[in-house]
C-alpha cells in the first residue's frame, strides 16, 4: 500500500496549546499530545504531521514540536523513523467500549441459508464497467442532490421491464426507487400509520423481521395461515396484507387463482391496501410464473421488488410501484428517511435492464439454480425419502416437511453445531403450530457439495426421528 | 446503443390464453395483447419476442403468433421490421396518472444554492478507480448481506481520520454507517422517541426537513435562538438537542467557548443527548476548526458526519458515533430501517480515506472555495456595501443581512424570477423575527460569474430597498 506523504496527511487541527501556570511550550505540547493518545482520539497508527508542518500551525518553533516528539518517542507513545511521518504507537488504555456487533461464527460447511442467492454469479466486472461507462457519461447533476423518487432513467427502465416480465401497469412516476424491499416495508408502513392504520395482516409464517418493522411504528401484526394455496383470506381483517404470492417465503407455495380473486375481492370491498412483495418471481423453473397481483388491480395493490435476489444484496437496490393516490406521500416519506438512494448504481441498472444484461443474468442463474435444485431433491429423495419436500419449483428454497413431534429448532440446533446452516420453519412463525420443517437454500450451494451435505444434514435429521 | 438480440429478451411470462367462446386462438392472442398494450403492461417501445419464442411459451403454432402480429401491426399497435423483434408503437392511452415529481424549473444563470458544494471538483475518475480496485480485490461476501453496522474497514478508517481530524474519541464499534445525515438524524429521532423522548430543540433557525423529520414521530420541535456565538443553552428544555457548532447552518456563527461549556453542563444536569451535525466543520478558511463536541464528552454526544459536503452528495454516504449505550439500539435500527448500506461504496470510501485522497481533495476544495468566497465578498462589499455579511469564514454560504423591514421572501421570489437562486433567510426559521437575510451559497458559483452575479443580485436588491 502506498503511504501519503507529509504534504497529504491534514493536521489535528483540533489541537490547541493552553500551557498551565510553569508549563513550558515543549512541556505543553507533549502532555497535549499524550493525554489525545490516552483518551483514542489519536489512534494506534495514526500519522502525526511532520515537526514543520506542526510547529506552523500551532505558532511555536520547530525545537518545540521536534523535543515533544522526541521525548513522546522515549515514552512508547510514537514510533519515529527518518523521513516518516511519526506515527501513533499501540498504547494501552483505560477500558475502551470494545465489542463486536457480531459475534464471529465458524465457517459453515454447508450453508443452506434460504434468504440469499449465489453472489458468485454476480456478472461483477459487466457491473463496473456499465457504473464507469454510466458515470463518464453523465452530467455533473448526477453528482449532485437526486429526486426522491428516484432517477428518472431507472424509473422508466422499470416500468417497461415490469410491465413486460410480470405485467404491472404503471407509468414511472409511480416508481420510487429505495433501499431493497426492507426500505420499502418500513416505508410503507409509516405511510400506512400515518393514514391511520392500525392493523397489518402477514402470512404466517413469513419474515419475521417485517413484523417488526410492522410493531415499530405501534401497528398489530395479524397472521394468517398459509396453505398450499398460498395465503388464506377467510377472516383477513386488517387495513393492509402483506404477501408473496409468485412464492410465498418460506413455505413455497404460490398463490392459487382462487385466492387471488378472493384476495383482490377482499380488498375491493374493505379498501384494504394489498402489498405484494414480488419475491422470486424471476425464478420459476416448472412453468412461466402468473402475473404480478398488481397488474390485474393497479389501484389497489403497491408492488415491491429488488435486485438482492436477482443480482446482489450489497446493492441495496429495490423500487415500489405504487397507485396514483399514494405516491406523493410515499415520495415525501422516501425524503424524510434519506433524501434518495445512490445515483450512480440507480442509473446503472438502468442500463444493465435497457441492454438486456439484466435478463442475460437472469436467465443464467435460473439455469443454475434449477440443476442445483434437481440434484439435491434427487438426494434427499435417496438419502430421506420418508420427508416430504414442499413449494413449488420455483425460488432458492424449499420446505422439507418434518414428521409431528420432532423439533424443527433442536435440529436445526444440531445442525449448526455441525456447521450446517439452515433455518428451522418455527423461526417464521407467529403462532406455536404442531408441524415443523426446515427451511433449506440452494442458492449457496454448489452441486458439487449437494450429495455430501445430504448425507451430512440426514445423520442429524434421523438423530431426532 | 447496442439492442439486445432477441434471444436476451425475457418474455412476457404472464400472458396466458383465454379464448372466448367462438374464439379462434389467433384473435384470443391478438386481443390479449392489445389489452395488454391499451392498459400499459406492454408499453411504449418495449420489444416483443419472435413469433417463434412466444409460440413456443404460450404452446401454439408460430402462424398464430405471426398472424396476430401482423393485425396489431396493421392496427397501428407493433411496428415490425425484418430480423428486428416486434416493438410496442405509441398507443393513445386512457388517462394515464402522469404526473413530474418535480415541476421543471428554469436553468438559473447564478446558482447560489446554500446547501451543496461544487460537484465537479470530486475527483470522479479517481473514485472510480479506486471502486474497481476495491471491488476486484473483495472476496465474495462483499457482495452478500453485510453488516447493519457497517463496513469494518470504513468504521476503522472513520474512527482514525475523525480522531486526527477532529478530536472525535471512538472505537470502530461505536460508528454505524448510514445514508447521509438525514437518515442519521430520522434514525436517531427514532431511537429517542423509543426511549421516551416528547421534544427535541433545534437551532432556530435551522433546516426545516430536520424540524419534520423530529415532528415525523410524534415529537415537538423546540427552538433556541441563535447568535453571533451559536445557539443560546440558556432556557434549554428537552431531551435532546440537536446543533451545528462548528458552522451553524444558516447563520454562519460558531460555537463560542462560553456555549460549549454551557451546552455541556445542559447535558451532564439534565442527561440530554447532544446530536453534533458536525457540518462543514472541513472548510474553515481563517484559522482551525475547533474540536468537536463528541471528544469533550463522548458519553453525551452523538456526532453525525457526511461526505455530501466534502465528496458529493450523490453517494449517500454518512456516519453517526454513538455512545457505547446507546449504539446497539442505534444499530438495531438501522437493521429495521434498510438492514445496511451499499458495501462497495462503503469499502471505496475506506480506500479514499486511508490512501489520502479524501484529504488531498479536501485541501483542494477548501482552497478554491477560499477563493470564491473572497471574490465575492469583495464583489458585495463594492456593489453593497451597507448591507453586513454574518457568519465565519467556513464552509461554502454566508448570510447577507437586510435592514429591518425588507423582506428577504420578496427579494428572493424576485431573484428567482432573474434567475438566480438563493434562499431567503425565513425559509429556516421556526419562530417569525424581525431581522431576515439572504443565505448565499458559493459552493456552485464559479470565480468568473462572481462580478456579474453579483450585479445582479444588487440589482434586485436594491429595488427592495
Avoid: C
Wanted: hydrophobic share 40%; no cysteine; net charge neutral.
Amino acid at each position: 500500500m502506498k503511504m501519503p506523504t507529509d504534504a497529504q496527511i491534514d493536521e489535528p487541527s483540533w489541537l490547541t496549546l493552553s500551557p498551565r501556570s510553569g508549563e513550558t511550550l515543549r512541556a505543553a505540547l507533549e502532555r497535549t499530545l499524550r493525554e489525545a493518545i490516552r483518551a483514542g482520539a489519536l489512534r494506534e497508527g495514526v500519522r502525526l504531521p511532520s515537526s514543520r508542518v506542526l510547529a506552523e500551525s500551532l505558532g511555536v518553533s520547530r525545537g518545540v514540536v521536534r523535543d515533544a516528539y522526541g521525548q513522546l518517542e522515549a515514552q512508547g507513545f510514537l514510533v519515529i523513523r527518518p523521513r516518516v511521518a511519526p506515527v501513533v504507537a499501540t498504547v494501552p488504555r483505560p477500558e475502551t467500549p470494545r465489542r463486536d456487533s457480531k459475534p464471529v461464527a465458524p465457517v459453515p460447511r454447508y450453508d443452506l441459508t434460504p434468504t440469499t442467492p449465489d453472489v458468485t454469479l454476480f456478472p461483477l466486472n459487466r457491473w463496473l464497467s456499465t457504473a464507469q461507462q454510466v458515470a463518464r457519461r453523465a452530467s455533473v447533476v448526477a453528482l449532485d442532490y437526486g429526486e426522491s423518487r428516484g432517477e428518472r432513467t431507472l424509473r422508466a427502465a422499470l416500468a417497461d421491464h415490469l410491465g413486460r416480465t410480470r405485467g404491472v401497469i404503471a407509468e414511472p412516476e409511480q416508481i420510487v426507487i429505495v433501499q431493497g424491499t426492507a426500505q420499502a416495508v418500513d416505508l410503507l408502513v409509516r405511510v400506512l400509520a400515518r393514514r391511520g392504520a392500525s392493523r397489518v395482516a402477514v402470512e404466517d409464517p413469513s419474515h419475521t423481521t417485517n413484523h417488526k418493522r410492522i410493531r415499530a411504528f405501534g401497528l398489530e401484526v395479524a397472521g394468517q395461515p398459509v396453505d398450499a394455496n398460498g395465503i388464506v383470506v377467510a377472516g383477513l381483517d386488517a387495513d393492509a396484507v402483506l404477501v408473496t404470492p409468485a412464492h410465498q417465503f418460506p413455505t413455497g407455495s404460490v398463490l392459487s387463482g382462487e385466492r387471488r380473486r378472493q384476495l383482490l375481492a377482499w380488498a375491493g370491498e374493505s379498501g384494504g391496501v394489498i402489498v405484494e412483495d414480488d419475491y422470486d418471481a424471476e425464478f420459476r423453473y416448472d412453468r412461466e410464473p402468473v402475473r404480478a397481483l398488481q397488474g390485474i388491480a393497479p389501484e389497489q395493490v403497491v408492488q415491491l421488488g429488488t435486485v438482492s435476489k436477482t443480482l446482489v444484496p450489497a446493492l441495496r437496490l429495490g423500487w415500489l410501484v405504487a397507485p396514483p393516490d399514494l405516491v406523493d406521500e410515499v415520495e415525501q416519506t422516501k425524503l424524510l428517511l434519506d433524501i434518495f438512494s445512490p445515483t450512480l448504481d440507480q442509473r446503472t441498472l438502468a442500463e444493465f435492464l435497457t441492454r438486456g444484461h439484466y435478463d442475460r443474468h437472469v436467465r443464467r442463474a435460473r439455469s443454475i439454480y434449477r440443476r442445483r435444485r434437481d440434484r439435491l431433491l434427487a438426494a434427499l429423495h435417496a438419502h430421506l425419502p420418508e420427508l416430504p419436500v414442499e413449494g413449488v419449483a420455483a425460488g432458492v428454497h424449499f420446505l422439507l416437511g418434518l414428521p409431528p413431534g420432532v423439533s424443527d429448532t433442536a435440529i436445526a440446533d444440531d445442525a449448526n453445531r455441525s456447521r450446517i446452516t439452515l433455518t428451522p420453519l418455527s423461526d417464521f412463525r407467529l403462532t406455536t403450530a404442531d408441524a415443523g420443517g426446515l427451511v433449506i437454500g440452494y442458492g449457496r450451494l454448489h452441486e458439487s457439495s449437494v450429495e455430501a451435505a445430504t448425507r451430512a444434514l440426514a445423520d442429524v435429521i434421523r438423530a431426532h426421528m
